[in-house]
């Protein structure tokens, strides 16, 4: 799943608006809302948002429930 509060977060120090990201993204911004509602954003639009919001650890963003559980129990997926 998709940490869309780390998202938010370099959107806003990036001075981009959700529609910003949708433009980018070619999507409609009702779609970028959806898609950070529900986290799910495919690969191709992960490797726009990448440059785009100066991201630094794709990993920590883009698969954080993972990131996480393999930070928190080393026998974790």
């Known amino acids: ?3 869309t509060k ?3 977060g370099l959107m ?7 529609t910003d ?11 970028f809302y ?4 529900t986290g799910l954003f495919d690969s191709d639009e992960m490797a726009i948002m990448i440059p785009l919001l100066n991201i630094e650890d794709p990993a ?8 996480s559980q393999k930070e928190t129990s080393p026998d974790a997926v």
């Not at 806003?12 to 959700?18: H, I, P, R, T």
């Not at 433009?23 to 409609?28: E, F, N, Q, R």
């Not at 920590?60 to 990131?67: E, M, R, S, W």
Request: no cysteine; hydrophobic share 45%.
């Open 1 to 3: 799943m998709v940490d």
């Open 6 to 8: 780390k998202i938010k």
């Open 12 to 18: 806003a120090e990036n001075n981009l608006k959700g």
């Open 21 to 31: 990201v949708a433009k980018y993204l070619k999507i409609t911004p009702k779609t």
């Open 34 to 37: 959806s898609k950070m509602k």
């Open 60 to 67: 920590k963003i883009f698969f954080a429930d993972v990131v």
